[in-house]
């Protein structure tokens, strides 16, 4: 069969087998986690984990500092630090308004980042600086010097330079629109590319569900990521983010981690939006995280849960380089959790600073939430594949990845502060090996990320209150993954999209393919959706307006199948045949609410006379407080309309339309309705 010739099949018939399920010990614990081998979220980058810099921090280049980063598999290091970024100049190393520490200046940071092995992640200063500048800043580093200095971040958060009302960040435009900061992204970009056309470069974009996601300034026509996408989709080729969820306790923070996969799926939704085809090539790179960006508990356990937590979530929705806030950043309030000291300090190292009469330990102490970054160092290296994992119980959570030698390695995370939680492993689509495996452990007592091998068995394990623990379990010979003898298929990508049919296509893979298997996630399962001898597939039968990610494994001669592909997430359309048509447009937002306008037309030959309108929302946060021109019911997810009084007929062949909008709330993420039902026919949505 040619790759033209795909076999496609229906997810309801599935005549092919899906991987080998071994079988379940009798479950012992009281929490069950599953990891299914077969089912791929990405690779991890080589700049996957990062760590911000900052030029007031005399301590950024101790050596200790790089022994301590390359110890917990810091890969990224960005610089010269925050909201300084936009008021500092690189050639002499200032900072008017601001301090600059001695030994701070560009050449003495790469020293340290060379000392890592990690890449920098390198701020151009938007606020008072110029293209000029920027480039001659790339001429230093790439040129004359030849750092290979890669990344390049254009400005730091310029949406805080007061155009929504609160400003922090140093803007010196005249003009401070999304339209100002997007004609200067492009000039930026082209002048830094003339002197070195390797570099990549970012855009600053706010994170969707979080101020001032969705809010529209006087006299702009969008919200700042759709202006900026609009423009600089071609431009650019990563975009930035930070998220601090700013939830409360540590607790809330662990809490909030759930809307982050939703909040990386908007951002891809909109790179996906503006860039087309192009989309592949722009990551997602969250340049700043951590619980809070104001005062909080930073330094005791729950937030070196919440490090892990959060970086290794974005990890697995997409983002190439995850960067905590901040290496040293000095103490804050000072206060008590769970019987720990918490200096209010959010670098991950000890300032050695005071905060009143109470210090914190020496210089370079490691914090909990270095510990947690650590865990996730120790969880995988570059190239290792992240895969699918779940675990039954809300206080517990795992991580897991399929290493380059075909170990499997778990995090797993208890998040109750007082209970011990006992744990049984699951695997699907891979055998674990009789030994025991090797065991690192963050827990009460432990001095730092210590070996605890010995405890735990390979589906099996105790977890104590407010701790990590990495297990890594070698596959039984023969079985698995590494027993293939082909190669993981190339990245796959949809040729096309319709409204129940995909078509999908993939580079193949080394050795003597037996066949290309496509299959869906669906959590910790998977399902066979198509089979090919060549390197496309046509899937059919999908619902309109629904959301999919697939993976494509290679199956050898002897029936092993081989890892699996980075996923490939999309959603279909919806009938552009309809007898009805929906036009759902957000009009203004503020973060944790929007206003919404919809417009309703038939199409269709026959008259309407009373209409209902159904959809759900994609999220859990999101609802319906008021409307106008109709009367709106919720139950759940699930939004009924129905037509007002003097809105009931909408006459045949679009003679006219009804307009009708509600002001609704977003607990995280606000992302459009995919599929409108009218009278129950499913509409096409204009969005």
């Known amino acids: 069969m040619t790759a033209s010739a795909a076999l496609a099949v229906v997810a309801a018939a599935l005549p092919l087998s899906t991987p080998a399920v071994a079988a379940d010990p009798a479950a012992t614990g009281d929490t069950t986690v599953t990891v299914n081998a077969s089912a791929g979220l990405g690779t991890v980058s080589s700049t996957a984990l990062g760590a911000n810099t900052a030029i007031w921090d005399a301590n950024m280049n101790d050596p200790q500092v790089t022994s301590l980063y390359r110890a917990a598999g810091i890969g990224a290091l960005r610089y010269p630090g925050g909201s300084y970024s936009d008021i500092y100049h690189w050639v002499d190393n200032t900072a008017p308004g601001g301090y600059v520490a001695p030994g701070t200046d560009f050449d003495a940071f790469m020293g340290t980042a060379k000392a890592t092995g990690a890449q920098p992640i390198l701020i151009a200063n938007y606020g008072s600086g110029t293209a000029q500048e920027a480039a001659d800043w790339v001429r230093y580093a790439n040129v004359t010097k030849g750092y290979g200095a890669k990344y390049w971040e254009i400005g730091n958060e310029i949406y805080g330079n007061g155009v929504y009302g609160s400003g922090w960040e140093t803007d010196d435009h005249a003009d401070k629109t999304p339209d100002q900061y997007a004609r200067e992204v492009k000039a930026y970009a082209a002048a830094m590319k003339a002197v070195d056309p390797t570099v990549k ?27 900026v996408l609009a423009a600089v989709a071609h431009d650019v080729d990563f975009v930035s983010v930070h998220w601090y969820p700013n939830a409360g306790n540590g607790d ?47 330094t005791s356990r729950p937030n070196g849960l919440f490090a892990a937590e959060a970086m290794s979530t974005a990890l697995e929705n997409g983002v190439f380089s995850v960067d905590w806030w901040d290496t040293h950043n000095g103490a804050g309030a000072v206060t008590t959790v769970g019987g720990e000291t918490d200096y209010g300090d959010m670098g991950m190292l000890s300032s050695g600073s005071c905060s009143g009469s109470v210090c914190e330990p ?37 991580h897991a990845v399929l290493r380059a030698n075909g170990d499997l390695s778990v995090l797993l995370l208890n998040k109750s502060s007082s209970a011990v939680h006992t744990v049984d492993l699951r695997y699907l689509g891979f055998t674990a090996d009789a030994p025991a495996p090797s065991v690192q452990r963050w827990a009460p007592g432990d001095d730092g990320l210590v070996d605890a091998t010995g405890t735990a068995t390979a589906s099996s394990a105790t977890l104590a209150p407010y701790s990590l623990t990495v297990l890594t379990v070698h596959p039984k010979s023969g079985t698995g993954s590494s027993a293939a003898t082909v190669g993981t298929p190339g990245t796959p990508q949809t040729t096309s999209v319709g409204a129940d049919t995909v078509a999908l296509s993939w580079p193949a893979t080394s050795g003597s393919v037996d066949r290309y298997e496509v299959y869906e996630q669906l959590g910790t399962t998977i399902q066979l959706l198509g089979s090919s001898t060549g390197t496309s597939a046509t899937l059919h039968n999908l619902p309109p307006g629904s959301r999919h990610t697939v993976n494509v494994l290679a199956r050898d001669q002897a029936g092993h199948l081989s890892r699996p592909s980075v996923p490939l997430t999309f959603t279909t359309g919806t009938p552009a045949d309809s007898t009805c048509s929906v036009s759902y447009q957000v009009t203004t937002g503020w973060g944790n609410g929007f206003v919404s306008n919809v417009v309703v037309s038939n199409l269709g030959p026959a008259d309407i006379n009373g209409w209902t309108l159904d959809f ?14 109709a009367d709106i019911t919720s139950s759940g997810q699930h939004v009924r309309v129905t037509n007002g009084e003097s809105n009931a007929r909408l006459a045949p062949n679009g003679g006219n339309s009804v307009n009708f909008g509600f002001v609704g709330g977003n607990n995280g993420v606000n992302p459009s309705p995919t599929v409108f039902r009218l009278n129950g026919t499913v509409c096409r949505t204009i969005i």
């Open 362 to 398: 020496a210089v370079n102490t490691p914090f909990a939430p270095y510990y947690g970054i650590k865990a996730l160092g120790a969880l995988s290296d570059p190239g290792d594949t992240m895969l699918a994992s779940a675990a039954s119980g809300s206080e517990v959570s795992s």
């Open 252 to 298: 809330q923070a662990l809490a909030a981690v759930q809307q982050l996969p939703g909040e990386l799926r908007e951002v891809r939704n909109l790179v996906n939006q503006y860039a087309g085809a192009g989309s592949a090539g722009i990551g997602i790179a969250m340049t700043e995280v951590n619980s809070n960006s104001g005062g909080g508990a930073f």
């Open 201 to 227: 470069i970012g855009a600053v974009l706010t994170m969707p569900g979080n101020w001032p996601d969705g809010s529209v300034a006087a006299g702009d026509a969008a919200d700042w990521n759709h202006t």
């Open 616 to 629: 759900d929302w994609p999220s859990t946060g999101q609802s319906v407080g008021s409307w106008w021109n």
